[in-house]
Structures are given as structure tokens and as C-alpha cells.
């Protein structure tokens, strides 16, 4: 069955740096997610992506953050400058397309920031 | 916006038992309801979903009920195993032409007792 893929699994980094998660949706899927979750709490949404463009963010989605799709494959999600508060698993999604489709999740990336 | 409530937080039952997660939800405007199993450091796997147009949906041992006059949506889980044992996250969404987002309940945790 195909998936959403993930990586880093596990991420590491020190606040004040930048870190990239990346993502490869599911091969024919044209909308994109993120969301995160922090440790013990529900999943939240930050972010999807349509046609090369951001169709709608949450309040946590602030100009730290910033989602690119550079190629055919790849979705990321940029965090300019880490805080300590956005340690969490960030999860990809992906759905094919029109309404009521599954949006499928990747297994997650988890960040610890110290 | 919407809220999303989820009641219990943990449940345990007995193996062969029945199983009954309860959400809430704010927004008469949802109309998508997916309920989604996330296993220990995976991402969530969706389940079941049932669109507002649907009373009920079943498929095998998991069942949802939804009651959107009370704005209430429910997940069965009958003949419980133990590989039923996972953290469960119901959401919601309003259907738009492709790009919902899902706000999730606060999950349950389901122990299956041998």
C-alpha cells in the first residue's frame, strides 16, 4: 500500500537553529498537510498545500515556518529559528484530491529542541 | 473555529468486550467525521470516517454513529483483541472542495485487558 514518508524520524537541534522536515506524499496525491502533535496532546493543524501554494494555515503557523514544495516529490516544512516550544512530532499528510478523500499521515518527525 | 471534545481520555476493557469513544463537536458546518488508530510512535491510520449525509457506518468489528442534530459521534469497537490497543483520535472537518482540514479530539487511550 503506498505511504507517506518521513525523515528525519528523529531530530535533534539546539534553539536558535533552523531544521527542515521533510516529506514524500503519496505519488498521485495533490494535497499536502502539516500537523503536529506534543508529546501527550492532540494532533494539531499547521499548514496544507495546493497547487504550489498555501491554502490555509493555523495561528502556530507563523513566519518561523514556511512549507515549499521544491520538486515533483518532496513537501518540507522550515522552521527558520527553533524554540524550545516547538519540540513535537510533525506529521505529513497527503490526499489525493476532491472532497471526502483520505488524508493519509506519515509516521511522523519527531523534534527535540534544546 | 471548531472544537473537537473526546471523552474518556482512557478506556480499559476486557478482551471479547465492547469499546465506546464519545465526541462533540461545535461547527454545525462539519459534515466529515474520521476517527483515526495511532500506535506507539506511529502516525495516525484512519479507521473509519462517515460523512453527515450517513447515520451510521460499519465495517467489520468498528462501527461510528453520528447524531448531527446533538452534534455527536461515536465510535464501536465489538469483540475487542488486544491488537485494538492504541491511542484513538476522532476529527472533524467541513467539507470544502478538497482541502480540509481535520481538527482532532483530545484521543483515547484503549487498554485491552487479555
Known amino acids: 500500500e503506498p505511504e507517506v514518508t518521513q525523515t528525519p524520524s528523529h531530530q535533534v537541534t539546539q534553539m536558535g537553529q533552523e531544521v527542515i522536515l521533510r516529506c514524500v506524499p503519496i505519488?498521485?496525491?495533490?494535497?499536502f498537510y502539516w500537523y503536529r502533535q506534543i508529546l501527550g496532546q492532540k494532533v494539531e493543524f499547521l499548514v496544507s498545500?495546493?497547487?504550489?501554494?498555501?491554502?490555509?494555515k493555523s495561528e502556530i503557523f507563523d513566519d518561523q515556518f514556511s512549507v515549499e514544495r521544491p520538486d515533483g516529490s518532496n513537501f518540507t516544512l522550515k522552521i527558520r529559528s527553533t524554540k524550545l516550544e516547538d519540540s513535537a512530532m510533525y506529521f505529513c499528510?497527503?490526499?489525493?484530491?476532491?472532497?471526502?478523500?483520505?488524508?493519509?499521515f506519515g509516521e511522523g518527525s519527531w523534534l527535540t529542541v534544546v | 473555529g471548531e472544537n473537537v471534545e473526546q471523552h474518556p481520555s482512557t478506556l480499559s476493557v476486557q478482551e471479547g468486550d465492547s469499546a465506546v469513544i464519545k465526541c462533540t463537536y461545535s461547527d454545525s458546518a462539519s459534515n466529515y467525521f474520521p476517527w483515526y488508530k495511532q500506535e506507539l510512535g506511529k502516525g495516525p491510520q484512519l479507521i473509519i470516517d462517515?460523512?453527515?449525509?450517513?447515520g451510521e457506518k460499519k465495517d467489520q468489528r468498528i462501527a461510528v454513529t453520528l447524531n448531527k442534530t446533538a452534534k455527536h459521534f461515536s465510535l464501536h469497537i465489538t469483540e475487542t483483541q488486544p491488537e485494538d490497543s492504541a491511542v484513538y483520535f476522532c476529527?472533524?472537518?467541513?467539507?470544502?472542495?478538497?482541502?480540509?482540514?481535520?481538527?482532532f479530539g483530545t484521543g483515547t487511550r484503549l487498554t485491552i485487558i487479555p
Open positions: 476529527a472533524a472537518s467541513g467539507l470544502r472542495f478538497g482541502n480540509e482540514k481535520l481538527t
Open positions: 499528510a497527503s490526499k489525493f484530491t476532491g472532497t471526502g478523500n483520505t488524508i493519509y
Open positions: 505519488s498521485n496525491h495533490l494535497y
Open positions: 462517515i460523512r453527515s449525509n450517513v
Open positions: 498545500f495546493y497547487n504550489n501554494e498555501i491554502s490555509e
